[in-house]
């Protein structure tokens, strides 16, 4: 099988919503991992065989609770329509039926995002992640269009959406708890937030004032997952889930059991090494690329996780500290889990 090859038949793109509406079901809490995206470098092409083995292993060797595809990770504004479909069709196929997939689907545009909404929806994912645009900066100075424009995504709809707070990536927009409050009072279909803000007092504010059972706050890193869950979150969506699935789970799952200097020590320690892999998408591919690829049984995995021309990946310094730094987590990762989920898989406590 080459690396372009699939058996997916993709629908043909539409400009208009399916007729049924999702009925709303708030995310499962635990952590979930921003699939990142191979590529073969020779064809600059989707690596489809590495990226199914990738995704399967995360599912079905992982006690993750679920899967973003097409989230910042994965590159997705350096892919195209057909592509993102692609990725969200294999995504689907390569999970367990009911295994929730959250699926990126942020554009520049009210339209562009809604067309990316009900491919995903076409796909099987459960939910649409959603950036505020934020292309223009100037054109977005005010919280009334931020509103409007969460306002016009959530109405057409037919996925529960979960907004996305991200201002390194939109230049600089930050929504606040208010806005965000307000957004999901508004609207049933508003289900969730991911803040990679790193503000752990908007998690606090926002558990405080939305019923769990109504909506989910997760974190948008690994790093600050004891200090959400200290404060109400129901878990957290980092990057570098993707990196150590199993030891982040294990934060989740000590904290849950009332174990907190176990959690706390084990956090630290994996904070200590996120930080390694804090350059970038490129930093973090090549930390994948030396840790849970191999697992998964992609072959050559550093070079097909470079990311996408014209971007370079980390120096030849950084890729040392990141080797260094993840052989000293080998052993986290490799005890406990040995089963998958036909076989009742959770991290080991």
């Given at each position: 099988m080459d690396s372009t090859s699939t058996n997916l038949t993709l629908p043909s793109s539409s400009s208009h919503p399916p007729q049924k509406k999702h009925p709303y079901p708030v995310p499962t809490p635990g952590v979930y991992a921003p699939a990142i995206t191979f590529f073969n470098p020779a064809t600059d092409t989707l690596d489809l065989p590495a990226q199914e083995k990738y995704f399967a292993h995360l599912a079905h060797r992982t006690p993750l609770t679920g899967l973003i595809i097409l989230g910042t990770n994965a590159e997705p504004f350096l892919l195209s329509r057909h592509e993102r479909k692609t990725l969200l069709h294999l995504a689907r196929a390569s999970v367990p039926a009911s295994y929730p997939l959250i699926a990126g689907v942020s554009?520049?545009?009210?339209?562009?995002?809604?067309?990316?909404?009900?491919?995903?929806?076409?796909?099987?994912?459960?939910?649409?992640?959603?950036?505020?645009?934020?292309?223009?900066?100037?054109?977005?100075?005010?919280?009334?269009?931020?509103?409007?424009?969460?306002?016009?995504?959530?109405?057409q709809s037919p996925l529960p959406i979960i907004v996305y707070n991200f201002p390194a990536v939109c230049n600089g927009v930050d929504l606040d708890s208010d806005c965000i409050a307000d957004l999901a009072r508004r609207h049933a279909n508003i289900v969730g937030v991911k803040l990679t803000c790193g503000s752990v007092a908007k998690v606090a504010r926002l558990a405080a004032v939305l019923p769990a059972e109504r909506f989910a706050v997760f974190g948008g890193q690994a790093d600050f997952l004891l200090g959400g869950l200290a404060v109400g979150a129901a878990g957290c969506i980092g990057a570098f889930a993707n990196v150590c699935p199993r030891s982040v789970v294990r934060v989740f799952e000590l904290?849950?059991?009332?174990?907190?200097?176990?959690?706390?020590?084990?956090?630290?320690?994996?904070?200590?090494?996120?930080?390694?892999?804090?350059?970038?998408?490129?930093?973090?591919?090549?930390?994948?690329?030396?840790?849970?690829?191999?697992?998964?049984?992609?072959?050559?995995?550093?070079?097909?996780?470079?990311?996408?021309?014209?971007?370079?990946?980390?120096?030849?310094?950084?890729?040392?500290?990141?080797?260094?730094?993840?052989?000293?987590?080998?052993?986290?990762?490799?005890?406990?889990?040995?089963?998958?989920?036909?076989?009742?898989?959770?991290?080991?406590?």
């Open positions: 554009g520049h545009s009210t339209a562009q995002t809604l067309s990316y909404i009900y491919d995903a929806h076409a796909a099987g994912a459960d939910y649409a992640l959603v950036l505020p645009c934020a292309y223009y900066k100037p054109l977005v100075n005010t919280v009334a269009m931020v509103k409007e424009f969460y306002a016009q995504v959530a109405s904290w849950k059991a009332g174990r907190r200097a176990e959690a706390v020590a084990l956090q630290q320690r994996l904070s200590l090494a996120e930080g390694v892999t804090k350059g970038g998408v490129g930093s973090l591919k090549f930390a994948v690329g030396v840790t849970t690829a191999p697992r998964a049984g992609v072959e050559d995995a550093v070079r097909l996780l470079r990311p996408r021309r014209p971007y370079e990946g980390p120096s030849e310094e950084v890729k040392a500290r990141i080797v260094q730094t993840m052989e000293g987590l080998r052993g986290l990762e490799d005890e406990g889990l040995v089963e998958d989920r036909g076989g009742k898989a959770l991290a080991r406590l």
